[in-house]
């Protein structure tokens, strides 16, 4: 059985949006999967206080090891993201507003914890 397979890029939200709600309706429709692949710039980092090993602070890149849960309000509040056009979750912040994103995010994980359900 072939799964369709959609690769995104760039960080035009409306985009993602149209895909996404695209490859959800084909698997719906279809009852099998459907691979779809994001390409991020980033997923964040961040630096460890300074220690006498590393004066700066150790540089950790989630790129290379396990990065903690994202939780969209935790990172609106000084956690991982980085405040930049490279950051697809930033751009989409600007674009709607940090409250309408967490509060969106907020009904949207409701609603997979009742369809998983």
Sequence with gaps: VEIPYIKLEGNDMEQYMEA???ARETAISSSQPVCIEAMVKTLGDRRHPPTPEYPEGKYINYHAGPSPTVDVIQNFNGGILKENDDDPIYVLAQKIGK???????????????TELA
């Design 20 to 22: 996404l709600k695209s």
């Design 99 to 113: 409250e309408r994103l967490v509060k969106m995010s907020e009904a949207i994980l409701a609603e997979l914890k």
